[in-house]
Nanobody
Framework: QVQLVESGGGSVQPGGSLRLSCDAS????????IGWFRQAPGKEREGISC????????HTADPVKGRFTISRDNAKNKAYLQMGGLRTEDTADYYC??????????????????WGRGTHVLVSP
């Protein structure tokens, strides 16, 4: 069964940190790019950061540059999003997704065809 499962979300105060994990199973994740996306209430889904199958960071969105870091461990079938300096505007549901890279490296959501169910991040004083 092809599956991505996110974990690590929760409630944190502004300035705090969280590390999100994405566990992959049922497919050869080492051949797939992994992306982290988020969607806040009333807003469109936003690509946060994506990493190629070989570990090259494809993209990091401007609002999180210098604060969020994507990484992966193919041996463990995992990807991570380390988030620091969290702000209230980072509150959202965070999703990881996998892209088979047929069309080359991308951080566009339409290229990602396997998605997790998401984990919620709440940044509040």
């Amino acid at each position: 069964q092809v599956q991505l499962v996110e974990s690590g979300g929760g409630s944190v105060q502004p300035g705090g940190s969280l590390r999100l994990s994405c566990d992959a199973s049922g497919f050869p994740v080492e051949h797939y790019a992994i992306g982290w996306f988020r969607q806040a209430p009333g807003k469109e889904r936003e690509g946060i950061s994506c990493i190629s199958s070989s570990g090259v960071v494809i993209h990091t969105a401007d609002p999180v540059k210098g604060r969020f870091t994507i990484s992966r461990d193919n041996a463990k079938n995992k990807a991570y999003l380390q988030m620091g300096g969290l702000r209230t505007e980072d509150t959202a549901d965070y999703y990881c997704a996998a892209d088979n890279q047929v069309d080359g490296p991308s951080c566009s959501a339409e290229h990602y065809d396997t998605w997790g169910r998401g984990t919620h991040v709440l940044v509040s004083p």
